[in-house]
């Protein structure tokens, strides 16, 4: 006879657990108690059956109680809520939701992956029938019901992470009108307030309401306020501000709790009690460049998890090496993925850093669909170990954020990332690829090679009449320009260096950072000092201050926005 496994929840991670247990052990007795009406459905992808993407709800859930039963021999037991874990006894209670019976059920090891669950704030009007949570597929059904059946013109969607801005796309791309009202002052915190900027025009550009520095203070039935006292008209609200890790039973049953009030659990996803493992959202994990716990509410390392569970099981050791968190989300026209440290966190974590921001060709340029590549990398000062980096374009940024999370995973350095080879082809790619780019001057500016200064720095360098160049030809100048800039081309400055000074810093912009880097290259070689490349340069200045300029009324520093 083998091990019997019992596994509440039966999303990815519980799923994961008994598919991998029954590879191990035929004989094993699997059940998996899932207290809703689906088991394995893709939570992921729930945002796009609002906008006709999924058309059919159905397709979302990944396999039902009869397959698992016949392709793996594994119960998948739904709408049977486990309602107390009987350590001691080493037994469950499980409530049978369509009968309201009661009845107990007996383990040899026990995997809770209970999961997350949306949070509600306590405010006027959040339990209207007109507001929704997404959690599961009967939740998103029920939202597009409700919008089909009250024919709903105006949606307000409130908070700004990974769940809140794909409903708001989706339900963009769905022909509602999308108010997105966010707290903090940007959506998408994997990402660095400069980076976020891309992001901000993207939703802008595709006519969602965008509104930032600004929390929920009341629904209605056809409107929100929010906590600054704007009225939003809105018929439908979606709540999506963030998750708490599902502990009940793990609390109630005396299991311990981490500091950050998940699940605790050892190397082998092992709680507190030897004979029960957890797995997925409602844990806490070790992150590997923090040095401490943190909860990650993503697919990818939950399946990690419960693979690793189910070996435990069986004796087969696991080598766990904390996470680094790498995620990506499509966006209208962009893609946008991130991994490891941004600047922000870590300066939170007080690791001395620095970054560099490029915008090379996503692929050759004169290849169709050839696209600026707007990339952040994050690193170690002074060992120039890579903390991190962002990527946002229209390219395969998924594909340059792999390749840094394997570097960071293999202590990886800049001189690492620079000699990385990497495949090219001109449809594809380029001959040295946007992370070498990035790692040759992120190189650069470590070892004092050169001087840069952020996109976030250039306002106030403008408004200080700071000497600028435009590196630019005359005709690129003339579309749009900043405020104050001299238009000395890269093409003419070695006859016009008596018009750049000496006695004073020179900073210098092309469009997207090569033209000036090459010139910053030749002053420095002519005795010039205090030169300075600006990061980002012409493009990277417009995208960083144009949502910024749009909603605060403010004066521009350029004289034309130029996205091109």
Known sequence: ??????????????????????????????????????????????????????????????????????????????????????????????KNLATSEYYEETYDHLVLSPGAKPMRPNLEGVNNTNVFT???????????????????????????????????????????????????????????????????????????ELILNDGLAKISDTFIETNSGRKIEADVVVLAIGVRPETTLAEEAGLEIGETGAIKVNHHYQTSDQNIYAVGDAIEVHHRLLNKPTRLALAGPALKQARAAADHMYGIPNRNEGVIGSSSIHLFDMNAAATGLNARTAKDAGIPHDSVYVIPGDKVGLMPNSNPMHFKLVYEYPTGRILGA????????????????????????????????????????????????????????????????????????????????????????????????????????????????????????????????NMVMALNNLGYENIYNISGSYLGINIYEYFNDLVSGREKIVTHYNFK
Do not use: W
């Open 134 to 208: 997404v959690r599961n597929v009967v939740d998103i059904e029920k939202m597009h019901r409700f919008i089909k059946t009250e024919k709903v013109q105006k949606a307000a969607v409130i908070g700004g992470g990974f769940i809140g801005v794909e409903v708001a796309e989706n339900l963009k791309l769905a022909g509602l009108d999308v108010s997105l009202v966010e707290f903090a002052d940007q959506v998408m915190t994997p990402f660095d307030y400069d980076m976020a900027q891309i992001l901000h025009k993207e939703l802008v550009n595709h006519g969602v």
């Open 1 to 94: 006879m083998g091990k019997k496994v019992v596994i509440v929840g039966g999303v990815a991670g519980g799923a994961s657990v008994a598919a991998r247990a029954r590879r191990l052990d035929e004989h094993a007795e699997i059940i998996m108690f899932e207290k809703g009406p689906h088991v394995s459905f893709s939570n992921c992808s729930l945002p796009y059956h609002l906008s006709g993407i999924v058309e059919d709800s159905q397709k979302l859930v990944l396999m039902n109680p009869e397959i698992f039963k016949k392709r793996f021999n594994i119960e998948a037991r739904v709408r049977q809520e486990v309602v107390k874990i009987n350590r001691k006894e080493k037994t469950i209670s499980v």
């Open 390 to 517: 962002q990527a946002i374009g229209k390219g395969n940024v998924d594909k340059r954020i792999d390749v840094i999370a394997a570097i960071i995973k293999l202590n990886g350095t800049i001189e690492d990332l620079k000699d990385l080879e990497l495949t090219y082809s001109p449809m594809l790619g380029t001959a040295r690829d946007v992370v070498n780019h990035a790692a040759l001057v992120a190189e650069n500016q470590l070892y004092d090679l050169y001087k840069e200064v952020k996109v976030s720095q250039v306002r106030d360098l403008v408004e200080s009449n700071a000497f600028i160049i435009d590196a630019r030809e005359k005709g690129e100048y003339q579309s749009g320009h900043l405020k104050n800039a001299v238009n000395i081309p890269l093409s003419e400055f070695r006859d016009r260096l008596g018009e750049i000074p000496t006695d004073q810093p020179v900073y210098i912009h092309c469009r997207s950072g090569q033209r000036s880097y």
